[in-house]
Antibody, heavy 118, light 109 residues
Framework: QVQLQESGPGLVKPSGTLSLTCAVS?????????WGWVRQPPGKVLEWIGE???????NYNPSLKSRVTISLDRSKNEFSLELRSVTAADTAVYYC???????????WGRGTLVTVSS | QSALTQPPSVSGSPGQSVTISCTGT?????????VSWYQQPPGTAPKVIIY???KRPSGVPDRFSGSKSGYTASLTISGLQAEDEADYYC?????????FGTGTKVTVL
């Protein structure tokens, strides 16, 4: 059974960097798939942040592209999100996700709430 | 990146059918079969229930069905059950970016 689990700080200061990791179990991140992040501000709708292919090619939402980096750690079977220069508008539940490559997201982590506040 | 348009809410009694629409453009919903639907019960993560417009993942009840006409996709829940009460989001793919719908809250009366 493939599972995704997010981890990282639940509180980040304004202008700081949000860093999250997604541990993947039951499937190698080097196998065919795309690994990504989606966020949901409290009471609001879903927003796709970006993804990285199993080969390491990233693809980001243009609205966040200047602040986002997604990377793979094959040795740990994990992938990570870095979002720089955060503001209160970045407060959200962050989900890590998998896409099998046909324009849908077939697996989601349970999500982790990140609050941006001083 | 503008969101796809969904009705804010729909409701129905147990056993009834409800349909949720998802309106986009020629660049997303109107392109190929790039439409999926996600169910999000309160306090939980979304889960895919329909992909490629009409396909159901293993384990999803067949009372959930999808369709598309032009730039509007639809999700129909037939034989509504109490456990179907949740938020539902459509999604498509535009210019190498996933775009989600505005979300629809389904209430079982």
């Amino acid at each position: 059974q493939v599972q995704l689990q997010e981890s990282g700080p639940g509180l980040v200061k304004p202008s700081g960097t949000l860093s999250l990791t997604c541990a993947v179990s039951g499937y190698s991140i080097s196998s065919s798939a795309f690994w990504g992040w989606v966020r949901q501000p409290p009471g609001k709708v879903l927003e796709w942040i970006g993804e990285i292919s199993h080969g390491g090619t990233p693809n980001y939402n243009p609205s966040l592209k200047s602040r986002v980096t997604i990377s793979l750690d094959r040795s740990k079977n994990e992938f990570s999100l870095e979002l720089r220069s955060v503001t209160a508008a970045d407060t959200a539940v962050y989900y890590c996700v998998r896409s099998p490559g046909w324009y849908y997201l077939d697996l989601w982590g349970r999500g982790t709430l990140v609050t941006v506040s001083s | 990146q503008s969101a796809l348009t969904q009705p804010p809410s729909v409701s129905g009694s147990p056993g009834q059918s409800v349909t949720i629409s998802c309106t986009g453009t020629s660049s997303d919903v109107g392109t190929d079969n790039r439409v999926s639907w996600y169910q999000q019960p309160p306090g939980t993560a979304p889960k895919v229930i329909i992909y490629e417009v009409t396909k159901r993942p293993s384990g999803v009840p067949d009372r959930f069905s999808g369709s598309k006409s032009g730039y509007t996709a639809s999700l129909t829940i037939s034989g509504l059950q109490a456990e179907d009460e949740a938020d539902y989001y459509c999604s498509s793919y535009r210019s190498s970016t996933y775009v989600f719908g505005t979300g629809t809250k389904v209430t079982v009366l």
